[in-house]
């Protein structure tokens, strides 16, 4: 029952194979000029008629014969006998060659003065001089913008022909549910296929999704025929893996021809093509991130090439904030998190985790690692492809450090000033490095308290390059998590989770035991390290552990039993030209807010009496001065 | 009876007095995730349940206890009796702590054996491991992408609270129809409110047109009663200058009260704002593109500010390609085309013609001139502000010179093909200067016989400074366009409208006019000078003059009767470097496409024997290598 892919084919074959295996199908629609917003033009577009179809008016005042205006002056001016009372845009009367503002006559009874000839068609807009009956207003292939929608309803254009593409989409997985559904456990809501239809029915496409089918290779071959047999294409999401329900290779075969199963690319790689009834069948991965890479690297650029509305492209070109691997021979696309640090961008890779799609929503855009490169290093200049408007790039803060829950109810706070603070998780170790390469705009640190900051190891050997200064949070006990009660004399009978060399909970969790007259060996569990508290408290929750050290905040958002040990300052640690970064400025007002502190004392696991504090080694308060925001939503 | 504006005031003051003279409406909306791509997210989102919700295997292969695996190895593989089997997504029983990938297993009857040690937890994806219950999706302000909705949809969110606003928009006007009727000469299609129905709604907005309000002060009044009762903004349209039937500005302030009519923005200056029951109420300007600009610079962003969905606005740094005025102490915003010539960004201003809504249509940005400027010089450094893909520019071809309606169709083969030609009427002095400055791709001229070229005085100066290239559209014939038809010899007996000097219509008509023995002086009409050919025969057409001299082309489009008098030959003429850009050489594949020539054919207008040849004055046939077109959409 073991199935393997067959070998993959590479990232510009498997394009290649798509765009040249199929017909363009070419179909168009008729649709209401009011519903065109972004469609593309399939037939080319005339004016009905000219616009102004008669001379009319450019002014209010009076049509008049221009040689009867001949040698009117101040000194002799001339009484007009014919002419018309005309408002901006009434026709000219034919006989009438001029037009006067009415700020420049005088009215008499039934005729009006004039001190200054008028020339020859002064103030008349001639017919057709916008646009000539029969000429082009919009091209094929042109896309509709709000603006020229205001032109074809001038022109009396009401519909015109789009173009678009018909794409059935089926569904499979006996696990899966639809939206709506609260799934159970060992269930999942069927969210590839909902995500697919909004992208390309953005494009100008009409989806047509059919329900879940369940892992059966018949119902699958008859979906299968449906949907080709009613569409341009077809798009089966899931069962293209290599398990023992990974039916939709087998079907495809089956009712037509699978041309190819597997492609370098990850996200991505169980993709797989095929033909029936010469429609081109896309098998799209059921992990949600190779969902997305296939659509975005593979579909769209079919419907592109099928002439259908483009998706919008920016790219930024950025420094690597830390160092990013790839897989040799594999086109990998990687999501990023993009901010301005001082004059430079800076992109921080996120996880890769084809499963974690909130790596997507908390990323504003993605890179894309050729197949023959195996990484990069920090520094390493990269092209970004933006998933938001690139305006937002400059509103986003880039934090490296430890990520506390709390942060989260920052981001909120901020994001509605418009800040977008996107944050990467590192150690003090890492954090600290981020602060010298000047890659993050603050790094979120738990510290020792502050009298006792210059004895920290973290700090001290940083402290004579950068001057860093201290924004403080919060503070919160940090303590041991655990599922079941601990006592602290038995330690050593229950097994740990435990943190990387140099973290504060490592240091914590060494210092406990030694008061304990324990050693790491007698500690079931202690070279199991994870990266980060959030990872310590994931653990026991998730039952790989009895118990870690992390802070109250953490083990309280993790229905974690809370013993505490110690207390840590929570900081935002920033070079201290930062504090001349308006969005800073704004992020520190915000930290300082009631609001914010609400939230803090609300959660129950914060200390909140120095929060909003800024110091440094030297200084041991600093004073920033926060003019009235500056964001119009803070107005209201 | 003579109404003027009160004093103007300025664009920021307007802007200021817009965003801070109002509460903030805070409107909400429930929208079903499907729905809610490109929507502003009104209420934090946060997860129903933990993704996934229980431990579950990220492989297809075997569940099992990692302490039964531990010691396997090729020499001592170890027997499993207690297992699961399971594939990708299911759950992972509470008692297994690892996962087998199948592949790394021999199956025999009812047990499975293995040959390496599983580490705890691997290939177990913990519960919570893409989003933890109760943690934030996405914050307020989010503005949802194709990618978030798969998220949403994961995590059970099926529908989302979005920002909107309700705006009334009230179109006036007695002499408006509706989209769909025909209208009657004098009479305009009501297009600016559907517009800004479109442009609004594309925010996020929901708009409610009242049906066209004819221009009587009582019914306006009602109108804008019922408006601000129902929704948070009004916008009315038209009535706003300063004519005999303009009542908005009256109406508002009989209504509720009036708080500023006229700015200092061109186009644009008619705007008025007024104030009915605490609601802003916008009077946008009657012609299109001051409704444009009011809709763009004012309205758009009073919606930002109120957090709607932010219309994207991209700019590009360019050279000014012709010389660009404004008036002192207005703020005004031009459309222009931008190109990429070179490794230059050039922008070629368009017409300002409130009324010529083409001028947008056929422009894919616009540069915001500030009020202290009183314009700028040719080469000048300008901001352009794209109406259009970015990736669009780089398919952009400027051509300026003598615009032949001809254009038009191979403007819609190019469009095609992924180029899009925007072109600007000059005579052939100006076509001359912008292929010496290099700010145009192309320039079209209508030129004498090839043969006789070495002796043009438009041409010869520039031989020596330039290696130009002559690509043959088509030979046409010049000649005498007129509504009645006219006597060779009696030319001396009609009104004539004439071209400027130095252009080869005017060179014409004065070799036509010494043939004849006339002398200009003789002319009617002879000083009576349009800028371009398509004037001339426009200026027939609509009844100023008698007769002009144009290409056959031109009289035809324009229902001319035509009198042959010269045959010339219509060149793109370019410098020789541009043969090496694709986009000309795709371009020069066009020109020679039979589908071209069929075009130029069935006009009537044009001789097709030289189309396509490429000619230097120093060689008489240049040969280009034309490759296989590299646009998709040929292959089809």
């Known amino acids: 029952m073991v199935k393997r892919y067959l070998s993959l084919i590479t990232f510009d074959e498997a394009l290649h194979i798509l765009k040249t295996s199929f017909a363009v199908p070419g179909r168009t629609e008729c649709v209401s000029v009011t519903r065109s917003l972004g469609r593309v033009i399939a037939t080319p577009v005339y004016a009905h008629y000219s616009v102004p179809e008669v001379n009319i008016s450019a002014m209010d005042g009076i049509a008049v014969k221009s040689r009867d205006t001949i040698g009117a002056s101040d000194q002799t001016p001339v009484t007009l006998k014919e002419f018309a009372r005309v408002n901006t845009g009434n026709i000219v009367p034919p006989q009438f060659d001029a037009v006067i503002m009415i700020e420049d006559t005088w009215e008499a009874e039934d005729t009006f003065q004039i001190r200054k000839a008028a020339a020859p068609w002064q103030h008349v807009r001639p017919a057709g001089e916008d646009i000539r009956e029969g000429r082009l207003v919009l091209p094929t292939g042109h896309q509709v913008r709000a603006f020229d929608i205001g032109a074809l309803a001038t022109f009396g254009i009401a519909d015109l022909n789009a173009r678009t593409a018909h794409i059935g989409i089926i569904p499979t997985g006996s696990e899966l549910v639809p939206l709506g559904v609260r799934p159970a456990p060992g269930q999942v809501v069927e969210s590839n296929t909902v995500m697919a239809q909004v992208l390309l029915e953005a494009m100008g496409a009409h989806c047509t999704r059919q329900s879940i089918v369940r892992d059966d290779p018949d119902l699958i071959q008859e979906a299968l025929r449906t949907a080709a047999q009613e569409n341009d294409l077809v798009i089966i999401s899931a069962g293209s893996s290599a398990g023992t329900r990974d039916y939709t290779a087998g079907a495809i075969g089956a009712v037509g021809e699978l041309l190819f199963h597997g492609v370098a690319v990850k996200p991505g790689k169980p993709m797989m093509l ?74 921080m890779a996120r996880s890769r985790g084809t499963v974690v799609q909130m790596s997507t929503v908390r990323s504003n855009g993605y890179t894309h690692i ?41 981001g909120n706070i901020a994001h509605d000033q418009g800040l977008f603070i996107h944050t990467g998780s590192a150690g003090n170790t890492g954090a600290i490095l981020s602060l010298k390469r000047n890659s993050c705009h603050a790094a979120p640190m738990s510290l020792p308290a502050f009298s006792l900051m210059q004895d920290c190891r973290f700090i001290q050997p940083y402290l004579t390059s950068m001057d860093l200064v201290f924004v ?64 310590v408290a994931a653990a026991i929750r998730a039952g790989q552990a009895d118990a870690g050290i992390c802070s109250k905040g953490l083990a309280e958002s993790h229905d974690l039993l809370f013993l505490p040990v110690a207390e840590e300052q929570y900081e935002l640690v920033m070079r201290r030209e930062m504090l001349n970064d308006p969005r800073i400025v704004t992020l520190i007002s915000l930290v300082k807010s009631p609001e914010f502190r609400a939230h803090l004392d609300r959660s129950g696991a914060y200390c909140t009496t120095q929060t909003g504090r800024i110091r440094s080694l030297s200084s041991d308060n600093i004073e920033i001065r926060i003019p009235p925001a500056c964001n119009p939503l803070n107005n209201s």
């Open 274 to 347: 095929g033909k029936i009834r010469g429609k081109p069948v896309i098998g799209l991965p059921g992990y949600p991130l190779a969902a997305q890479t296939v659509l975005r690297e593979f579909v769209v650029p079919l419907l592109e090439y099928w002439g259908l509305a483009p998706v919008p492209k920016y790219s930024v070109n950025v420094k690597l904030a830390t160092p990013l691997s790839s897989d040799l021979g594999f086109d990998e696309f990687v999501p990023v998190s993009v901010g301005r640090i001082g004059t430079r961008y800076w992109g």
């Open 370 to 410: 050729p197949a023959p490169v195996e990484g990069y290093d920090a520094e390493h200049d990269l092209e970004v492809f933006l998933t938001t408007d690139p305006a937002n790039i400059e509103r986003t803060l880039i934090f490296s450090g430890a990520i506390d829950p709390i942060l989260e109810e920052l």
């Open 472 to 535: 403080n949070i919060a503070s919160q006990e940090q303590g041991i998590a655990s599922v079941k009660e601990i006592s602290p004399d038995a330690l050593d009978e229950v097994c740990w989770i435990n943190s990387r060399k140099d973290t504060p909970a490592r240091i914590l969790f060494d210092a406990l035991l030694s008061s304990h007259n324990l050693t790491p060996s007698r500690i079931r569990g202690y070279d199991n390290e994870v990266a980060t508290p959030g990872a």
